[in-house]
């Protein structure tokens, strides 16, 4: 079984006026020189998955400008034994849509016919950054497995907005606070759980893998209230907790707080301390074990999105990572300036060349 797109088309999408690409199941190198719009084609195919994509960008910064209010992309999908036709776009800088064999569907049905991973270079500093960006990160894996934990977090974060206005507004009133706790108390349990169900399969995955890149030990850490696991235990804490955040104007328990942290395993250092190389394997390691607990849960590997991922790995990673990809049969769409760097690939791969002219993004096939 194969989760690829056989065909994909960007109107007025970022840099690309009309691009029209034709594909099977192979990995897609795609090579030209920096700013030429490789990375926008990442993008687009990112968007056939829940979200804002892998730049989390506005659908209006997304537009093609001046001469476009809008985008449109259309794929063929092909997802285990069945072949999809999928479109998603955005009028006036609208929320995008989707339709689905040209039904319209909500963002979230995406998550349940397609899988998609990325690494790009803005998660490089991730393990020595801020907590938002390690929890979007899990998310983001979390989502692979569990294509409903998008809606949870979307309804925790409306249930905790709201909650957070009655405590900047002083509000003391319980009333006011329990309906929104209980429904915070729900979504939170159920995101809590998801999070830790995907880093056991990710354990699972790692565990006793051949592969060229180092095994991460991940751990969840609920913040420094704690994290209760039951939907009473947290909206109890929730309520117990008001006087607290009242003081702070903010909600200081619940899964917002979580953190993601790693060891490189082998050296049993933590990876905030590793080097930058060590990092990105790290990563690396975490975006392959992904995709092969995905290969067996889903029933195929997902779309895997590696931004330049190749520059900042020797020869030897390199062409340990192109097997590992071919290996698992997964359709990754790879970036890089320079034709060399996928060498290692063969004819295990096909070719994209990306240039611009007059201001826009030319599509053609090396």
Same mark, same amino acid.
């Given at each position: 079984?194969?989760?690829?797109?056989?065909?994909?088309?960007?109107?007025?999408?970022?840099?690309?006026?009309?691009?029209?690409?034709?594909?099977?199941?192979?990995?897609?190198?795609?090579?030209?020189?920096?700013?030429?719009?490789?990375?926008?084609?990442?993008?687009?195919?990112?968007?056939?998955?829940?979200?804002?994509?892998?730049?989390?960008?506005?659908?209006?910064?997304? !537009?093609?400008?001046?001469?476009?209010?809008?985008?449109?992309?259309?794929?063929?999908?092909?997802?285990?034994?069945?072949?999809?036709?999928?479109?998603?776009?955005?009028?006036?800088?609208?929320?995008?849509?989707?339709?689905?064999?040209?039904?319209?569907?909500?963002?979230?049905?995406?998550?349940?016919?397609?899988?998609?991973?990325?690494?790009?270079?803005?998660?490089?500093?991730?393990?020595?950054?801020?907590?938002?960006?390690?929890?979007?990160?899990?998310?983001?894996?979390?989502?692979?497995?569990?294509?409903?934990?998008?809606?949870?977090?979307?309804?925790?974060?409306?249930?905790?907005?709201?909650? %957070?206005?009655?405590?900047?507004?002083?509000?003391?009133?319980?009333?006011?606070?329990?309906?929104?706790?209980?429904?915070?108390?729900?979504?939170?349990?159920?995101?809590?759980?998801?999070?830790?169900?995907?880093?056991?399969?990710?354990?699972?995955?790692?565990?006793?893998?051949? !592969?060229?890149?180092?095994?991460?030990?991940?751990?969840?850490?609920?913040?420094?209230?704690?994290?209760?696991?039951?939907?009473?235990?947290?909206?109890?804490?929730?309520?117990?907790?008001?006087?607290?955040?009242?003081?702070?104007?903010?909600?200081?328990?619940?899964?917002?707080?979580?953190?993601?942290?790693?060891?490189?395993?082998?050296?049993?250092?933590?990876?905030?301390?590793?080097?930058?190389?060590?990092?990105?394997?790290?990563?690396?390691?975490?975006?392959?074990? %992904?995709?092969?607990?995905?290969?067996?849960?889903?029933?195929?590997?997902?779309?895997?999105?590696?931004?330049?991922?190749?520059?900042?790995?020797?020869?030897?990673?390199?062409?340990?990572?192109?097997?590992?990809?071919?290996?698992?049969?997964?359709?990754?769409?790879?970036?890089?300036?320079?034709?060399?760097?996928?060498?290692?690939?063969?004819?295990?791969?096909?070719?994209?060349?990306?240039?611009?002219?007059?201001?826009?993004?030319?599509?053609?096939?090396?």
């Amino acid at each position: 079984m194969t989760l690829s797109l056989s065909a994909l088309t960007l109107s007025h999408f970022r840099s690309h006026k009309v691009a029209r690409l034709a594909l099977d199941a192979r990995p897609v190198a795609i090579c030209g020189p920096n700013g030429a719009g490789k990375t926008n084609i990442l993008e687009a195919v990112s968007l056939f998955s829940p979200g804002r994509g892998l730049r989390r960008s506005s659908a209006e910064d997304m !537009t093609r400008r001046p001469e476009a209010l809008g985008w449109k992309l259309t794929g063929v999908l092909h997802s285990l034994a069945q072949v999809h036709e999928v479109e998603t776009w955005s009028e006036g800088g609208a929320a995008r849509q989707v339709r689905i064999d040209g039904k319209a569907a909500a963002q979230t049905a995406l998550g349940r016919i397609a899988r998609v991973l990325w690494l790009i270079p803005a998660m490089d500093r991730l393990w020595i950054e801020g907590a938002e960006g390690r929890r979007r990160f899990l998310d983001r894996m979390t989502l692979s497995f569990v294509p409903d934990h998008a809606q949870q977090s979307l309804e925790y974060e409306k249930a905790m907005r709201e909650r %957070n206005r009655l405590l900047k507004d002083m509000v003391r009133d319980a009333h006011w606070y329990a309906a929104l706790e209980t429904r915070m108390a729900e979504t939170g349990t159920a995101i809590h759980a998801n999070r830790l169900q995907a880093l056991k399969d990710l354990e699972e995955a790692q565990s006793g893998a051949q !592969t060229a890149f180092p095994a991460a030990n991940l751990t969840l850490q609920p913040g420094e209230l704690g994290m209760p696991d039951t939907v009473d235990g947290l909206r109890d804490a929730l309520a117990a907790g008001r006087k607290r955040d009242l003081s702070a104007g903010r909600t200081l328990i619940g899964p917002h707080r979580a953190d993601l942290y790693g060891v490189y395993a082998a050296k049993d250092v933590p990876a905030k301390d590793c080097s930058t190389g060590e990092q990105k394997a790290l990563l690396v390691s975490l975006i392959l074990a %992904n995709a092969r607990a995905l290969a067996r849960d889903f029933g195929a590997p997902p779309l895997l999105l590696l931004d330049e991922v190749a520059a900042h790995l020797d020869a030897d990673r390199r062409a340990a990572l192109y097997d590992e990809i071919c290996a698992l049969g997964a359709q990754a769409w790879m970036t890089g300036t320079e034709t060399s760097l996928f060498e290692g690939l063969g004819q295990r791969a096909q070719y994209l060349n990306v240039t611009e002219t007059d201001g826009a993004s030319m599509v053609d096939t090396l």
